[in-house]
């Protein structure tokens, strides 16, 4: 009866231990954000064109 319970104690220990020690912690606050404003928007177009012209010019090859 001891023995038995002292496995069933040593089993709850571990069970609690490891839900503690393998808990992660969640993050300390929001990520910053890039903005995506007039910039990278305007890149964005211009490789598009440029794409566009590139792909146009083989076409009439």
């Given at each position: ?10 089993l709850l220990?571990?069970?609690?231990a ?9 993050l300390?606050n ?26 146009r ?5």
């Open positions: 009866m001891k023995s038995t319970n002292l496995i069933f104690l040593t220990v571990l069970v609690i490891s839900g503690v020690v393998l808990a992660q912690p969640g300390p929001a990520p910053s954000q890039a903005p995506i404003d007039g910039g990278l928007g305007l890149l964005a177009a211009a490789g598009g064109a440029y794409a566009w012209k590139k792909l010019s083989k076409s009439e090859k």
